[in-house]
């Protein structure tokens, strides 16, 4: 069974960094893209950006390019979203996703993590 | 890459069906079999109940259908129940890395 355990939720000051993460299980990790999701507070869903472990390759959608690293570790398993600075804007949910295949729609789907952005 | 488009709601009583469309374009929806749609409840994440069109995952309960035609992807909920009260998503294959999503509809019943 696939399973896509995130870490929790996170409360950060504006300028802080913040890496959160996405452990998987069940699949072969080093062959699947998997990839990160915003959901603004009462919005629609945001595709951010993939990476295929084997190779880390990434690509990022064009509204998250230079905003955020999306990385992973294939030794364990596990996907990381990351922010250098952040901002009160960033305050949202984010879900790891995994799609069947490149850029398909995301099959598998983590718990989501909170991340509350506040001075 | 636009999203696809959802209507905002639509509402049933129990029992009776309800269709949401997500209309895209041949670039995306009418260009490849590999539509999703996604249920949401409040505090919950997304679950997927139909996939590559038509397809359901098991376990979602066989109410849920989807079809294609044209741009234009739908989902059926038939026999609506309260607990089908949520927020449905549409994503799509969009020929390169980036699946697009619609905005989403939320259902009510009524």
């Known amino acids: 069974e696939v399973q896509l355990v995130q870490s929790g939720a996170e409360v950060k000051k504006p300028g802080e960094s913040l890496k959160i993460s996405c452990k998987a299980s069940?699949?072969?990790?080093?062959?699947?893209?998997i990839g990160w999701v915003r959901q603004m507070p009462g919005k629609g869903l945001e595709w951010m950006g993939s990476?295929?472990?084997?190779?880390?390759?990434?690509t990022y959608s064009p509204s998250f390019q230079g905003q955020v690293t999306i990385s992973a570790d294939k030794s364990t398993a596990t996907a990381y979203l990351q922010w250098k600075s952040l901002k009160p804007s960033d305050s949202a949910i984010y879900y790891c996703?995994?799609?069947?295949?490149?850029?398909?729609?995301?099959?598998?789907w983590g718990q989501g993590a909170l991340v509350t952005v506040s001075s | 890459q636009s999203a696809l488009t959802q209507p905002r709601s639509v509402s049933g009583s129990p029992g009776q069906s309800v269709t949401i469309s997500c209309t895209g374009t041949?670039?995306?929806?009418?260009?490849?079999?590999?539509v999703s749609w996604y249920q949401q409840h409040p505090g919950r994440a997304p679950k997927v109940v139909i996939y590559d069109v038509i397809k359901r995952p098991s376990g979602v309960p066989d109410r849920f259908s989807g079809s294609k035609s044209g741009n234009t992807a739908s989902l059926t909920i038939s026999g609506l129940q309260a607990e089908d009260e949520a927020d449905y998503y549409c994503?799509?294959?969009?020929?390169?890395?980036?699946?697009?999503f619609g905005g989403g509809t939320k259902v009510t019943v009524l």
């Open positions: 996703a995994r799609p069947e295949y490149r850029g398909g729609p995301p099959h598998y």
């Open positions: 069940g699949y072969s990790f080093p062959i699947n893209w």
């Open positions: 994503s799509s294959f969009a020929g390169d890395y980036t699946p697009l």
């Open positions: 041949s670039d995306d929806v009418g260009g490849f079999n590999s």
């Open positions: 990476i295929y472990p084997g190779d880390s390759d990434t």
